[in-house]
């Protein structure tokens, strides 16, 4: 492991030290609503303005429930756009490095997989409710501030919590960066590297994506994402009664339901319907394990036995595979771990493989690596002090380590026929 690696690691187990304890805290105290209560993240006036303008902007500061830092940010709201191509805002979080020199601005996306705004990176960030992810993905960026870089943090999710949604997710993430350039008053031409890990890919990935037509003025340097949901039809089946993950299964017809209007009751079991009324409103730290025995199976009612027997999921499912939405222009590193023939007991080793294959195919300088005998969340450390180390030497010029030709073909991501 690199230098700057190890300097990544050592921050992140002293911040994750520091902090274990507040990690049972749920409510940073009186007068500080949750993002759904609080005013500063709505916007009724007239959206008639450029995607990424700055629209309102707060003082905050850097801390868990518990502990303050002397680094301070703001809290931005800007407009930026959804899926289905409509004006919408969400907020972003513009921390400054304690040390200053020339910017350099990596976008950090938090893997807060939410379907309630207790979760959303604005909020923790800022002392609000925390979680063992929150903890250690704050850390990370801790090391990235105490590097000298200004992090932009965005809401990628949106007002309405639509985890895993792509195309809106990558609108966000790249907007944020418009608005921290706009609130710091540098230049577009300013250096800019986004990175994230499992939901967190998701912004990253798309962003990475949809960057050459959404937002060509960037000049994004590097894009490091890890424990990527490239095809969620395949990981549906993979985690279908996993003591670990079977929550996300209900997780994602909620947010399916949010983003595409799905209608559950033509097709949901009576025990789906009270499981997705139960993750409603909860994140994937209590989501993800609470239902060990749930199946695909147990979702649906007859004449269905599976969710990719509904028309309406494998249309939501088919909209949001990555490497579809455009060929990115930036080297990129793509890493996955491989506990098991099939994946990291969520992501699918595959599907990443293929992912990185066909952009090599289309030309784009990747990295990919593969993180055997680890799962998820064993993966999470190796990729973010190797995510640090590519996004270093990007930021510094320096020759890309393209594997290009060893990386196998993977598994096909052609969209799964519609029932």
């Not at 500080?32 to 003082?59: C, E, K």
């Not at 007859?302 to 990719?308: D, E, V």
């Not at 300088?365 to 593969?370: E, I, K, P, R, S």
Request: hydrophobic content about 40%.
């Amino acid at each position: 492991m690199s230098q700057v690696g190890k300097a990544l690691v050592l921050t992140l187990i002293a911040f994750v030290v520091g902090t274990s304890a507040l990690v049972a805290q749920a409510d940073p105290g009186p007068g500080s609503p949750i993002p759904a209560d609080d005013p500063f993240y709505s916007w009724d006036s007239s959206l008639d303005v450029a995607p990424g303008s700055v629209l309102r902007s707060r003082p905050m500061t850097f801390a868990t429930p518990t502990l303050t830092t002397p680094i301070r940010g703001e809290q931005v709201l800007y407009r930026t756009t959804d899926q289905q191509g409509d004006a919408v805002v969400t907020v972003a979080t513009v921390l400054r490095p304690l040390v200053p020199g020339p910017t350099k601005i990596v976008s950090y996306h938090m893997a807060y997989d939410a379907l309630g705004s207790q979760c959303d990176p604005s909020y923790t960030l800022s002392g609000g409710a925390t979680s063992p992810i929150a903890t250690a993905e704050q850390g990370v960026i801790a090391g990235y501030l105490a590097a000298g870089y200004t992090v932009v943090a965005p809401d990628y999710e949106g007002e309405e919590l639509e985890w895993t949604i792509g195309r809106q997710s990558g609108y966000a993430a790249l907007d944020g960066i418009r608005a921290a350039q706009s609130f710091l008053q540098v230049p577009s031409s300013t250096p800019v590297a986004m990175i994230g890990y499992s939901g967190g890919s998701v912004p990253t990935q798309w962003g990475a994506e949809v960057a050459p037509t959404y937002a060509p003025e960037l000049n994004l340097v590097g894009i490091a994402a890890g424990g990527l949901p490239v095809d969620l039809a395949h990981n549906l089946p993979y985690v279908s009664g996993s003591a670990q993950w079977a929550g996300v299964i209900p997780a994602l017809i909620v947010a399916y339901q949010r983003a595409y209007g799905l209608d559950t009751a033509s097709f949901l079991s009576e025990y789906g319907a009270q499981v997705i009324d139960q993750v409603d409103q909860e994140c994937i730290a209590q989501f993800a394990d609470d239902y060990p025995t749930l199946t695909d199976a147990s979702m649906v009612r007859a004449p269905y036995t599976s969710l990719l027997e509904v028309p309406e999921v494998v249309e939501a499912i088919n909209d949001n595979i990555m490497g579809t939405a455009g060929t990115p222009r930036t080297p990129m590193f793509l890493a996955v771990g491989h506990a098991d023939p099939i994946g990291d007991t969520i992501m699918i080793t595959a599907d990443v493989q293929a992912l990185a294959h066909q952009y090599c195919t289309d030309g784009v300088d990747v990295q990919y690596a593969q993180y055997d005998g680890l799962t998820h969340g064993e993966a999470f450390l190796p990729f973010e002090a190797q995510g640090l180390q590519f996004l270093t030497e990007r930021f510094a010029g320096s020759p890309t380590h393209s594997n290009c030709a060893t990386i196998p073909v993977g598994n096909s991501l052609a969209p799964t026929p519609v029932p």
